[in-house]
């Protein structure tokens, strides 16, 4: 509300000033031309520190911008490393289902085998 204000006086000074003048050949007393430089030092020094906030505001929106886009990337990233672990963990149920047969078939060999030998020593004598 006070920096509202501000901009308005701001806005309304150089009528002011004109005024003065006017004011002065008519007989009003009480605004002196000193107080009016001063007030228009304080709005100068309000409107440098604004300007400095307002580029201070958007140096720090440039930089929101560029941590919003990291984010995004850092997300994407995310996802399709999430996708490589699922396809990977798919990959190795397959290969340990796969190695469980190699595995039943290689011990079904070994008691096919065991079999025949036994067989062919025992009955073959």
Known sequence: ???????????????LVRL???LERFGI??????ELTGIEKGVG???D???SLLTQLQDHNV???AIEGKLEQMQMQSSRLEEQ????????????RRLALL????ILLLLAGLGVTAFLLFFHR
Do not use: C, F, N
Not at 1 to 15: E, F, K, T, V
Not at 85 to 96: D, M, N, R, T, V
Not at 103 to 106: I, S
């Open 85 to 96: 672990l699922g396809s990977l963990a798919e990959a190795i149920q397959s290969s340990q």
């Open 49 to 51: 520190s604004h300007h």
């Open 63 to 65: 930089r929101l911008a």
């Open 45 to 47: 020094e309000l409107k």
């Open 103 to 106: 595995l039943g078939l290689t």
């Open 20 to 22: 003065v003048p006017m």
């Open 29 to 34: 007393a009480g605004v002196q031309q000193v």
């Open 1 to 15: 509300m006070i920096w509202r204000l501000l901009a308005q006086l701001s806005d309304l000074m150089p009528y």
